[in-house]
Nanobody
Framework: QVQLRDSGGGLVQTGGSLRLSCTAS????????VAWFRQAPGKGREFVAR????????TYAESVEGRFTISRDHVDNTATLQMNSPEAADTAVYSC????????????????WGQGTQVTVSS
């Protein structure tokens, strides 16, 4: 199975930027789609972004499109989420996940998960 570790969270000011990383170990994850989800206190798990196994197709939640960018590196088996101009509503625990090429924007479609990294946005 693919083992994931996500990192890069922290405290960021509104209008700043932050980059989250997802590193895979064990088996290659080049044959999996990769997605980022987030969960704020008292809220359900929310889809943020997805990248296809080829790295060509990218999908974003409407709330983050134009501000966040997802990417992946097939040589290093990593994926990133670049967060530009974060807002207070972006405060949450962010987790990366892998799934089959058919996995879309529902958390239950993904099988392997990172441990989560906290992102806090302050004004």
């Amino acid at each position: 199975q693919v083992q994931l570790r996500d990192s890069g969270g922290g405290l960021v000011q509104t209008g700043g930027s932050l980059r989250l990383s997802c590193t895979a170990s064990g088996r290659t994850f080049n044959n999996y789609a990769v997605a980022w989800f987030r969960q704020a206190p008292g809220k359900g798990r929310e889809f943020v972004a997805r990248i296809s196994r080829s790295g060509i197709t990218r999908t974003y939640a409407e709330s983050v499109e134009g501000r966040f960018t997802i990417s992946r590196d097939h040589v290093d088996n990593t994926a990133t989420l670049q967060m530009n101009s974060p807002e207070a509503a972006d405060t949450a625990v962010y987790s990366c996940a892998t799934g089959s090429p058919a996995a879309s924007d529902h958390y239950y479609e993904y099988e392997n998960w990172g441990q989560g990294t906290q992102v806090t946005v302050s004004s």
